[in-house]
């Protein structure tokens, strides 16, 4: 009987006895699952509450955010108007760039193209900080940053699809979420360090005299 105890200890340890030629009786104790109710979110379900509009929306509030910010450097006249005009043109073509990015992820997997345009529409409001002889009214031009995160932040929460990090319902992480997100944050880091020497050739910056 204790040889028998034995061999029910492997087993539920998780050893399969059987492949080593090793029998056990009928009535020893399953491996129980403690997990086997919970089945989080994946991104075949997730892809169906997704539309190319969520995807696109948050670039197109970055570009309105972008036009209105651009206003008072591309219309009125300073004494950095050209480096003020590279600065807000590389810009636009970070958006355009980004927007590509968005739709060839969109077109492989929705959620990652939704993903994406959040996560790049905010970095790339937040990235655009020159200095303050470049870019006429800085001060409105930071509160208009603000403001864009703020209104990209409150569609994602309030109007777009929910690509959460966990799913409170099950109380387990979504692991299309946390995928989506995770491929998000470092693509849009590595993307603005790869770009960083260009752009300070294409707007400038190192034509700035401190």
């Not at 028998?4 to 050893?15: I, P």
């Not at 992820?105 to 790049?120: C, K, N």
């Amino acid at each position: 009987m204790a040889g028998e105890s034995d061999l029910r200890v492997w087993e539920v340890n998780g050893f399969n006895l059987s492949a080593w030629g090793i029998s056990t009786t009928p009535s020893a104790p399953p491996r129980v699952h403690y997990d086997e109710n919970v089945c989080p979110s994946s991104c075949a379900t997730n892809n169906l509450g997704v539309s190319l509009w969520h995807a696109m929306a948050p670039l197109s509030m970055g570009v309105c955010v972008w036009f209105v910010a651009s206003l008072p450097t591309m219309l009125l006249q300073s004494r950095r108007k050209t480096l003020g005009v590279r600065s807000c043109l590389w810009q636009l073509l970070l958006f355009w760039l980004n927007v590509i990015l968005a739709y060839i992820l969109f077109s492989r997997q929705r959620v990652w193209g939704y993903v994406w345009a959040i996560h790049s529409a905010v970095h790339t409001l937040t990235a655009w900080a020159p200095s303050r002889r470049v870019l006429l009214m800085p001060l409105s031009h930071r509160w208009l940053m603000v403001a864009g995160v703020a209104a990209i932040c409150a569609f994602a929460w309030q109007v777009g699809p929910q690509v959460g990090l966990i799913s409170w319902r099950s109380g387990w992480q979504s692991q299309c979420g946390l995928s989506a997100h995770l491929m998000a944050v470092l693509g849009v880091d590595v993307l603005g360090w790869v770009l960083g020497p260009i752009a300070s050739v294409v707007s400038g910056v190192d034509k700035i005299s401190i």
